[in-house]
């Protein structure tokens, strides 16, 4: 149980295109999910938090009329990167947060890379 | 704001040897920390969680301690094989929110 998946697995665009990434819990509902970046050899940063039916709160230094962010269901959450440039190019993470037996887990997605040419 | 990191970054040893990897966090007000393991151009795999009342958790050949009063955790990983060569990331839970170090990045040789 508790299978993230995200679509899609790469993608590559021209600059100032944009992109849709999807995230989707499987087996379970998620009120939260998470968007996270990472450079080669660097570590995961957190983009934002979304919860489902409310509005995305990003981190500091995290542009959100750059970086999307619909959370429309418990299941689906989509990152938009709009206006693509070539630094916007990274390995993009999402993950789902589950409540269960008195904890919060979250389940990671697989990833997508995204490259901006 | 809580900083992770991981030491070292890459480490290399030979079958057989049993690997410790270390990671540190400034704040010490943490909910959970997490291992996770991620194979090159992959998502994260979790390998081990350790609430913040606990002061360990072993699974097959993992062990992870924990001290949240220095700030530090330890992965070991007892007898390595090459299975075990991926980048190994460390996180810490805090105000609902994970804060992960760089990772270190580890190769088994046959």
């Known amino acids: 149980g508790a299978v993230v998946s995200q679509h899609p697995s790469w993608v590559i665009c021209k600059s100032g295109t944009s992109v849709k990434i999807e995230c989707r819990s499987l087996?379970?509902?998620?009120?939260?999910m998470f968007w996270y970046r990472q450079f080669p050899k660097q570590s995961l940063m957190l983009m934002a938090t979304s919860n489902e039916g409310s509005k995305a709160t990003y981190e500091q230094g995290v542009e959100k009329d750059k970086f999307l962010i619909n959370h429309a269901s418990l299941t689906l959450s989509t990152l938009t990167v709009t206006s693509a440039h070539p630094e916007d190019s990274s390995f993009y993470i999402c993950s789902a947060s589950e409540y269960k037996q008195g904890a919060d887990t979250q389940y990671f997605g697989p990833g997508t890379r995204l490259t901006v040419l | 704001k809580q900083e992770v990191t991981q030491i070292p970054a890459a480490l290399s040893v030979p079958e057989g040897e049993n690997l410790v990897l270390n990671c540190s966090f400034t704040d010490s007000a943490i909910y959970n920390l997490q291992w996770f393991r991620q194979d090159p151009g992959k998502g994260l795999t979790s390998l081990l969680l350790?609430?913040?009342?606990?002061r360990e958790q072993t699974s097959g050949r993992l062990n992870a301690s924990l001290d949240k009063s220095s700030g530090r955790s330890t992965l070991y990983i007892a007898a390595s094989q090459p299975g075990d060569s991926a980048t190994y990331l460390c996180?810490?839970?805090?105000?609902?929110?994970?804060?992960f170090g760089a990772g270190t990045t580890v190769t088994v040789r046959a």
């Open positions: 087996d379970f509902q998620a009120t939260t």
């Open positions: 996180a810490v839970m805090a105000d609902y929110k994970l804060s």
């Open positions: 350790i609430q913040s009342s606990q």
